[in-house]
């Protein structure tokens, strides 16, 4: 025969340029030790079952676990002749015990086979996922801690709106990442159902038990439906719609340190190990691991955009376009794995610059809503109160002096409702303390709110 799994009806080799345009084993190796695992609970279902013998089993069993061993070490021959890791496998399998290798394959294809490969593969990278998530989230918390009473200027537009303190800012990350997290435990439960047992398409006629095998893998239960079980990938969509976000969100901190150590800014210093220098210009210091994390967000999407596209219009049931999962799958978690590692480490190495936030907060008018607030409870209607302001404002740019500089005479030209009780407002301790409310920037609502989330860790 041509080839040794399929070749039987075949007249003729398969062309030396297709046979290379249509193998997958470059990349769907690493599916390499899920597939041996997944090959284990099948061979050890069927003899539970009795459409294989104990013998039998025990020399399947023992070849493939010598052939996870070849291929942990690297001395595995692999072949773009056997087409997949799948067959590559199985023929290493009769090599090695000769025709009872055969009878792994009863009850079984490649389309079952490899959905079921891709999941336990996914389920496991999932968790080293989520796992590091944690950490950065515990990072996050206890900085988030440490910088409670840090005052830097909050934005909106990016022009400077009102004081904030740092540990509020780190914990708005940390929210995000909770979703993110959220979403991505949300996704294993999708991902951890069973193909298996689904066939080509239709099912088996041997009298699996498919309960057997699905518990032997630790899925939470066999799919319903053999015709979807073999044909979608909506689960690693979903994934990769997890990655997409986890990498926006990524983005938007990368791009907030990227400007925070920048000469203009100068809010953060991160330490030399996570920057990299210039070849021409000395005196660079440049905070690559940020931009290439908010570079990697686009490649990404693009995959998520590549796989919804590549699932569009397929009819039921299998179809080879399938076998264009991988790629993009693969290399969204080596993405994903890359920058949350990255970013794990590095934050909890960020050193605020205390005084020069401080120094920014005082320098934008960010007490300028305060000060609006502190003329409403003097009997002012806010609509009012900001007029008001808003020319005191004015006055400060032109004379060069934020509203805390000014003299009580300086503030009583613009409205006689201003006594010398004023300053307590316009300091940024007074005005970041006053936002003393569930979900507020007030250093002692920081405090409480990195203790929730500790606890909500904890929890996880
Ligand atoms: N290499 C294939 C894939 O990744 C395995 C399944 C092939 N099945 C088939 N009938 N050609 O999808």
Redesign the pocket.
């Known amino acids: 025969p041509t080839n040794q799994s399929w070749g039987g009806r075949f007249s003729e080799p398969t062309d030396a340029f297709v046979e290379r345009f249509t193998a ?1 084993v470059d990349f ?1 190796q690493r599916l390499a030790q899920h597939d041996i695992q997944g090959s284990i609970a099948h061979a050890t279902m069927l003899a539970r079952v009795g459409v294989l013998d104990e013998t039998e089993r025990d020399a399947i069993i023992a070849g493939l676990q010598e052939i996870g061993q070849e291929i942990a070490d690297g001395t595995f021959a692999w072949s773009v002749k056997l ?2 890791v ?1 067959m590559n496998i199985e023929a290493r399998l009769t090599e090695k015990i000769g025709i009872t290798g055969k009878k792994l394959h009863t009850g079984r294809s ?2 079952d086979q ?1 959905a079921t490969d891709i999941r336990l593969y996914l389920r496991d990278a999932i968790d080293a996922v989520d796992g590091e998530l944690l950490r950065l989230r515990k990072g996050l918390i206890e900085l988030a801690a440490r910088e409670a009473d840090t005052i830097m200027p909050g934005f909106t537009h990016l022009q400077t709106a009102q004081p904030v303190t740092f540990g509020h800012h780190l914990l708005a990350w940390q929210e995000m990442l909770a979703r993110d997290q959220e979403r991505l435990r949300d996704c294993r439960k999708r991902v951890n159902v069973m193909p298996l047992g689904a066939a080509a398409l239709a099912g088996t006629t041997y009298p699996i038990d498919r309960h057997v095998t699905a518990e032997l893998l630790g899925f939470e239960r066999p799919a319903e439906n053999s015709l979807d079980a073999v044909s979608d990938r909506d689960f690693a969509i979903e994934f990769t719609a997890f990655a997409s976000l986890l990498l926006m969100h990524l983005s938007r901190m990368s791009e907030e340190l990227v400007l925070w150590t920048s000469a203009q800014f100068d809010f953060i210093d991160l330490p030399d190990r996570f920057c990299t220098g210039s070849s021409i210009m000395p005196q660079k210091k440049n905070p690559d691991v940020p931009e290439l994390v908010r570079g990697k967000t686009g490649r990404v999407y693009g995959h998520l955009i590549g796989l919804l596209t590549l699932m569009k219009s397929q009819p039921l049931a ?1 179809n ?1 376009d ?2 264009e999962d ?1 790629e993009p799958l693969f290399d969204t978690l080596d993405t994903v794995q890359g920058c949350l590692k990255a970013f794990a480490d590095m934050v909890p190495a960020i050193e605020a610059k205390s005084d020069n936030m401080y120094e920014a907060a005082r320098k934008g008018f960010s007490t300028a809503t305060d000060l609006a607030d502190y003329l409403v409870r003097k009997g002012v209607a806010f609509r009012d109160a900001h007029e008001i302001v808003g020319q005191s404002v004015a006055y400060g740019i032109e004379h060069k002096k934020d509203l805390s500089e000014m003299s009580l005479d300086e503030l009583r030209q613009f409205s006689t409702s201003i006594d010398d009780d004023v300053f307590e407002v316009l300091t940024l301790e007074g005005s970041v303390a006053a936002r003393n409310h569930i979900g507020g920037t007030a250093p002692d609502q920081v405090r409480a709110a990195a203790q929730r989330a500790r606890d909500s860790l904890t929890a996880l």
């Open positions: 997958s769907d087409e997949d799948h490649r389309n490899v299998y080879k399938n076998q991988k």
